[in-house]
């Protein structure tokens, strides 16, 4: 390679290469038509209750907590690799490009968040207070350089600090973000300028204390795999992923569950799945958020009977498509191909686990419906739900995701 801005070009488009590689397999027409459902459901409920927004409602602190935890909050990217510590160390003191491109493109991947949180919060603003559109843009753009002095401040506080306790970086940011956010938002323009000049003053100081210090190699190989380990586990979900490393871990609280299975030849892979849905974080942990999710659209969205089923089966059938790979967790395995077991046997018992959990999630999610609503039609819903899972798990998943090869 020429140079060090090649070595950053290489490694983009590799980046770029292996997320469209993914990503297409994540962001399939099923997902697309489920976001598009309840982001029409967010949006009805949302608009529903702007046109009523309680009295007292804190509109101005929801909105300077949102966007100080949004501008706190990023990360940076650097696309090491671990055999970087080695050879790029050599060209250390050449490295300044491309560290200076990785926080660029940092800085401009993570833009859509605040984007995103920003067309939110928009109706908010404009409904709760007494504030313009233009005031609102204003408030944009300076958010935009307040999200790019985190994001540099991060970089030169890895090396500051030198192994020494993370929290002090969150706790100094987000302390100055929080000032700032809470000025801008209630125009205070003579003391925002203020903390402006001390945000420039902190720069300045951190600068000059970092710019003779080593880059910390190994901090910034560990952190970017474990950016890239979050990205491929949820990748997981939708497709078979070799870089993966599942983390797994026992939680005793949930034993009597497995105790629970009969300890019979046929009910093998019923244990192996229910132990595996357990004790990793990324299927029980994909239950979890869904539920909760649901749950609280159920709660503080206003939606109709009909858009409360739709969400609730929404949810079912996302939840029930991402957990269709658990099916294939253990076909790369030796010892499980040698158990006196038929296949159909091991469907069954996949079909009746991820059944029970698609029953469980839509139970949990009719009785929070019952409550907020307390209608007759949500006992309905209580009954559809488990009608839908049946159907999605043994008509649906059973035949177009599980077919054995």
Known sequence: MNSVEEIWKKRLLKHYEEMQKYLKYMLNDHLLIVLVILAGAAAIGYSNWLTDIPEGFPTIWVIIFSFTLLLTFVGNRTLLEEPDQIFLLPLEEKMSSYFRSALVFSFVTQMGWMLLVAVILAP????????????????????????????????????????????????????????????????????????YIVMIGLLLFFRKMTISKPIRWNYLIEEEQKKQQRFYRLANLFTDVPHVKNEVKRRKIFDFVLRMIPFQNKETFRFLYTASFLRSGDYIGLWFRLTVIGGLFLIFMDLPIWGIALLIVAIIYLTGVQLSVLYKKYDFLILPDLYPILKEEKRANFSRLLFVLLVIQGSILSIVSLVSVMSIFSLLVFLAQGLFAYFLVYQYILKRYLKEI
Request: hydrophobic share 55%.
């Open 124 to 195: 908010l603003y404009s409904t709760g207070t007494s504030y313009n559109g233009n005031d609102y843009l204003f408030l944009l753009l300076q958010l935009v350089l307040i999200r790019a002095w985190n994001h540099y401040m991060i970089w030169m506080f890895i090396h500051y600090i030198d192994g020494g306790p993370k929290w002090i970086d969150s706790a100094l940011r987000i302390a100055v973000n929080f000032v700032a956010v809470f000025l801008i938002v209630q125009q205070s323009w003579l003391l925002a300028i203020v903390v």
